[in-house]
């Protein structure tokens, strides 16, 4: 069951205190709301324990997260889990592997990969052992050798999670039909009663074929490992960010404004930009980019799923997803986008702009002006993953269709941290429900 913000309905009904706890000095207004509150309840012969939303309307399954029951339990506690959870993720910055073991706890205790068939298969291609990251300029090398070997441990901790075999039935049905699950077309509008009706069997058909196929791994936390390895990761990422804007030999070469020559390795390419306006176009694992109004048209194939990483280091650039699960979308996959300075656009599609499908995306801005845009499911959304959007600062755009803005699947976390500026959200009204 999917974490949505259930905000709304606990009201304004903070921590669980009665008059008598309140210190005469401590009488604020939320406190005042408190008592008053529990004030009524007495009236009406009730307490906090009455409040509660029954949970046997639906079978039990595995994919309940541990936090939707504590909260159908105890709906009071709602504000009180969104002012810790605020709280929490505020420290993205600082300490992110507390925010991802934050985060992957609310999916409770860890599961047994040995609960999941195929799990205990050997690595998956592309491993850390066969990555290697020789003859960059300006010691390049090291830093981006020990991230590249972080994201290949990531892939292959979530490939256990995911059976061992991208192409098993299961994955192949996740990788298709599944996703159909979440999007819309607006020629509904127009279709017949007796089409929609049509459409709408074929969709419980695919909920049902899931919940058969993927029970086992409703068991396991979908992103866990991204706490352990997340920290070391960041500090190589602000490693390379360091060495690009202060090492003599890495300014000299990114000033030529020759790109250096794409490397191919397992998960794919690797480009190395300089600090003119470069152009990427495609699938790419890794793009560091030092500086430039620069250009992505971003592709990816989640038949052939692998981690993907872009830091770029300034300028007004332009990012735009050409297909679904590109552009900051962690599908079967981790991706991970940071952009540290410039007033930077974000065009998404489906599955983009920091998506989890069955993996985690997480896009980070730093700094600037920003203008995000995306269709379905995009802006933080997360199924059976992670997807994180932070923005440190700036006036910036948010715009998207559905799905999008925070959005919580079926075991997944969807949020956006933004730190500061005046920003405007909207969710535009381009599908129908009918």
Known sequence: MALFMLVLMAGSFAAAQTPSDLPADSLDRDSLLTAGFDELLSYLLLTRDDFAFRDDYTDRDSFRMAIVDTLMCHPLQM????????????DFGTNPRAVFTYLAGLFGSPGDL??????ASPAAEGSSASLK???LPGRLDEPLAQACRILSAMQESLCCRMGGDWHSERNRFIAGPFKELLKMDVADESRSLEAVDSLEHIEEEYALRFSRLAADIGRIPPFDYLAADSLDLFRQIDLIHTRLTTDTDLLKFTASGKPLPIKDCPFGRIAIGSSGNDIYRGDYFVIIDSDGDDSYYLTYDIANPHPTLIIDCAGDDFYKAETDFALACGAFSNSFLIDYAGDDTYAGGNFSVAAGYFGSG????????DRYSGDTFTQGAGTFGLGLLIDEEGADVHTGNLYCQGFGYVRGIGGIIDRGGNDTYTVQPKYLDV
Not at 114 to 119: K, N
Not at 362 to 369: A, E, H, P, Q, Y
């Open 79 to 90: 504000l009180p889990f969104v002012d810790t959870t605020a709280a929490r993720l505020a």
């Open 114 to 119: 040995r609960q999941i068939p195929g799990a």
């Open 133 to 135: 990251i020789k003859r």
């Open 362 to 369: 997480i896009l980070w801005d730093k700094k600037g002006n």
